[in-house]
């Protein structure tokens, strides 16, 4: 992730360089993960005047992923027990997300495997309260009440952390009544 945040500041720098982009008004958006990746550029980089955070986590990547991997096992058709045993391989899986996968061998391999993707630990250990006190530009965030990937509770967690904020710009958050993560129309939220 701090790789897509290196890539962000790179855009942001462009535009400031531009003679026709006034650089009072240098806004960065993002969605779901590029949410992340925002805040971590935002964090870094005063030439961004304002952010927009959509669907974006307010946990850390860790406990967002087992939520998931918890949504997805109740939804199901699995026997209880598989799903118990599943979910209890992935808490082992992700019980320290910096930690080397391979050391863990009473995880199965395909899920060593995937733990030891670089971007896969970036995301596991990525935790927006660490990054927000040392955001300091306005924040708008946008959540959908049906999104099942990005629980609409991490909207507000993001606004008390960004309410929260010393010295801070101030904080918008717009909640959109039935559509999902992709802020598209949707009865049930799921994909």
């Not at 945040?5 to 790179?10: K, N, S, T, V």
């Not at 590029?34 to 005063?46: E, P």
């Not at 965030?141 to 010295?167: F, H, Y």
Request: charged share 25%; hydrophobic share 40%; proline share 5%.
């Amino acid at each position: 992730m701090a790789d897509y945040a290196e890539d962000l500041g790179a855009a942001v720098k462009f535009m400031n360089a531009r003679k026709d982009v006034n650089r009072r008004f240098v806004a960065v958006i993002g969605h779901s993960e590029g949410g992340s990746v925002a805040m971590i550029t935002a964090s870094r980089d005063k030439r961004i005047t304002a952010l927009g955070l959509v669907a974006t986590i307010g946990v850390t990547g860790a406990e967002l992923n087992m939520a998931q991997v918890t949504h997805a096992m109740e939804r199901s058709k699995r026997p209880e027990a598989e799903r118990r045993r599943r979910r209890s391989s992935f808490r082992r899986k992700f019980r320290t997300p910096c930690s080397p996968a391979r050391a863990r061998e009473d995880v199965p391999a395909p899920l060593r495997k995937q733990a030891d993707i670089p971007w896969f630990k970036s995301f596991l250990s990525f935790d927006p309260a660490q990054l927000m006190s040392r955001i300091r530009q306005p924040i708008l965030i946008v959540q959908g009440l049906l999104d099942t990937q990005v629980d609409p509770a991490n909207a507000d967690r993001l606004e008390q952390m960004a309410r929260a904020r010393k010295n801070a710009g101030p904080v918008s958050v717009v909640k959109v009544e039935g559509v999902n993560h992709l802020l598209v129309a949707a009865v049930s939220g799921e994909v």
